[in-house]
């Protein structure tokens, strides 16, 4: 009989090389199922997977009931995931997650978005920011010009930072008419790119990189001519905000929730919306609908026709 730790490198075996799940994917499963292993030790269970029973799982929920309620979905869903595996290739006779309720409860939390306004000061602070340096072939200048074009980009299209980061060369339409796009579970979706601002700061800076580009294959590129890192996205959107004097957080992910909800706002279909956020359900989609309610507030004020009957004067 296996033990958790080799029935574990099976299952990960599985998710890479058979259900091709991406590398972080894989990373966070990892953890996930070295954390039940170190419970496992750490409390002198047996990590023999005939001895897992629903006894030491909800042990484990317990021990996990402290932290945030997505992290705690991640985790079980990992080890449900492990243990079905499991159970389909016939190592165990029973998931015994079969006998253990579970209900976590995840408030609704509405993602924070920019109005139209704080895009305009981040954008003319990322260019300003540029305009102050006078040697035009420093790399500080390419790397601002970088920059514009990641802050550009960002906003034309919506795309997750990971999209940015591992987006390609070869997935650039000719004259950034568009981009193609590798989502969430290798879905691929084109997005148009229609403004000519957006347009002329990505062939300026292809020609800044173009060199470092052509190496890597990938298109945007750090100082060391790598791929740029999500991290380093948040650091350059975080010092462009600063600027910019905007005190509220800002993320990559703002940038996507802001380039959906004006969408909505514009009376765009939610179903145009979903098929250029990468959404495989509608479901997910939905959220910007509540997120419009402030908009919703401004025209029901100003354009209700109920504002033109004035009642009590009328008495």
Do not use: W
């Amino acid at each position: 009989m296996k033990n958790v730790i080799e029935a574990s490198e099976s299952f990960i075996f599985h998710c890479k090389f058979e259900k091709g799940l991406s590398s972080k994917t894989i990373e966070a499963y990892t953890s996930d199922i070295n954390q039940f292993v170190y419970f496992l030790k750490k409390n002198n269970h047996s990590n023999n997977l005939i001895d897992i029973d629903k006894l030491i799982l909800k042990k484990y929920l317990q021990l996990l009931s402290g932290r945030k309620p997505k992290t705690i979905k991640r985790k079980v869903a990992t080890l449900k995931a492990l243990f079905n595996f499991l159970e389909f290739e016939d190592e165990i006779k029973i998931n015994p997650f079969r006998k253990v309720r579970i209900q976590i409860k995840e408030s609704k939390k509405l993602p924070s978005v920019l109005n139209i306004t704080d895009i305009h000061k981040i954008l003319k602070a990322a260019y300003r920011s540029r305009d102050g340096i006078s040697i035009k072939e420093s790399y500080t200048f390419k790397e601002a010009t970088r920059d514009i074009a990641i802050l550009e980009l960002l906003f034309a299209t919506g795309i997750r930072v990971s999209e940015l980061c591992n987006l390609k060369m070869k997935n650039i339409g000719s004259n950034f008419s568009h981009i193609i796009v590798q989502g969430k579970g290798d879905k691929e979706r084109v997005i148009q790119i229609c403004n000519k601002e957006t347009q002329l700061i990505l062939k300026e800076y292809l020609t800044s990189f173009k060199k470092e580009i052509l190496k890597t294959g990938y298109f945007f590129i750090n100082r060391l001519g790598n791929p740029i890192s999500d991290q380093s996205v948040r650091f350059m959107i975080r010092k462009y905000s600063t600027i910019a004097g905007i005190k509220k957080t800002i993320t990559p992910h703002t940038f996507r929730h802001t380039f959906a909800t004006l969408l909505l706002e514009a009376g765009v279909d939610l179903t145009y919306i979903q098929h250029l956020l990468g959404h495989s359900s509608i479901m997910t989609t939905q959220i910007y609908t509540h997120v419009n309610l402030v908009k919703q507030k401004q025209i029901l004020r100003s354009k209700h026709p109920r504002r033109k009957l004035n009642l009590i004067a009328a008495n």
